[in-house]
């Protein structure tokens, strides 16, 4: 349920709805705009008359239900979009965020030079793996919390933001002093306890959609981050199974647009993993900006045949270089820009 205060309504009348909430073991969610208030009403258990209950209130306009199984990610809580803040850039706002980098790092100079050329052809943030979720035991699962320090030292050196995952609730702190953006991998989507530890950080979680996950599945994984009290998560679609072999996944575009309709989060797009094809990538990189994405995520090595992994869909410098000023052309027509330096547009 929400609870649409009145412009006119008062700090202490949304005061008094949160404390029946309280009372009703129920928790309240604020949002503030700048015209209204609304309180996202979440909890086990909302007795059927809470709705008139609370429309007797001083300064509440309205109660209505949420529809949907999701509450505070859903638009109906927050109609207008949410910006994540990481490190000043904006996502989810007029500009598309361009996130590029390794799979994995994979040594310091790869991941400095990596960082280097990502950001001269105009990325805003870095990627690289440190924890590795990989189908085989025997594949490089990367190098753990040294990476994290390589990730840190490329950081220093462009000012790149830095996103990298987290398989488990325990390397959270860890992962977390380190990473501007935690990455949840489609592996771990409905890993509950570490979608949880995720957002009692406080630090910005990029959710990743499962493999065979729903829509609906994905945004309730969004829930349980919100839920504990962090707003900055930003969706990831990365390609699902189905009965299609010649591609690793399947980009599923429709989940890009819908997502934006049923949530205020930014909602960005990562065709490496979806294509699984490094030629694959620039066509549905501009697909996915077209279909309203807030951005992509994309794989990009020194040396992709040699990479310790996913270098069949990794770009290399020039691949990567070539693709920016079409997607920036591609983002003007559909009202939106992406950050590339002048050089890479001339
Ligand atoms: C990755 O980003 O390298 C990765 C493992 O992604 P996903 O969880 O989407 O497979
Ligand atoms: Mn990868």
């Not at 969610?29 to 309180?39: A, F, K, N, P, V």
């Not at 949907?68 to 809580?77: A, D, G, M, T």
Request: net charge negative.
């Amino acid at each position: 349920m929400i609870v649409v205060m009145r412009s006119t309504a008062r700090q202490a009348d949304i005061q008094a709805v949160l404390e029946r909430l309280g009372e009703h073991q129920l928790k309240g969610h604020l949002s503030q705009g700048e015209e209204r208030t609304i309180i996202g009403v979440v909890g086990a258990a909302i007795p059927p008359t809470l709705r008139e209950e609370l429309e007797l209130f001083e300064g509440v306009q309205e109660a209505v239900r949420i529809t949907r199984p999701y509450k505070l990610v859903s638009r109906e809580f927050h109609p207008l979009d949410t910006i994540v803040n990481v490190r000043g850039i904006e996502i989810g706002g007029s500009s598309c965020v361009v996130i590029a980098g390794p799979c994995a790092v994979e040594n310091e100079d790869m991941i400095v030079a990596s960082a280097q050329a990502v950001k001269a052809a105009g990325a805003t943030m870095l990627r690289g793996g440190a924890f590795k979720p990989r189908s085989s035991p025997y594949s490089f699962r990367g190098h753990g919390e040294a990476a994290l320090a390589m990730l840190a030292t490329a950081r220093d050196e462009t000012g790149l933001p830095i996103v990298t995952e987290v398989m488990t609730p325990n390397d959270v702190e860890l992962v977390a002093r380190y990473a501007d953006v935690l990455q949840i991998g489609a592996r771990n989507m409905q890993n509950y306890q570490l979608l949880e530890e995720a957002g009692r950080s406080g630090t910005p979680v990029m959710l990743k959609r499962g493999l065979s996950a729903t829509i609906e599945e994905w945004l309730l994984s969004a829930e349980y981050i919100v839920a504990t009290g962090n707003p900055s998560v930003i969706l990831c679609e990365r390609g699902i199974r189905t009965f299609e072999t010649a591609t690793r996944n399947t980009m599923d575009l429709n989940a890009v647009a819908l997502a934006k309709r049923r949530t205020h989060l930014p909602v960005i797009a990562d065709p490496s993993h979806a294509t699984g094809k490094w030629y694959l990538v620039p066509p549905l990189a501009l697909a996915s900006i077209a279909a309203g994405a807030d951005g992509i995520i994309v794989e990009v090595h020194p040396d992709p045949d040699r990479a310790k992994s996913d270098g069949a869909q990794s770009l290399t410098f020039a691949n990567f270089a070539a693709m920016m000023p079409q997607l920036n052309a591609v983002a003007a027509a559909v009202g939106r820009s992406v950050a590339i330096p002048a050089e890479a547009v001339a």
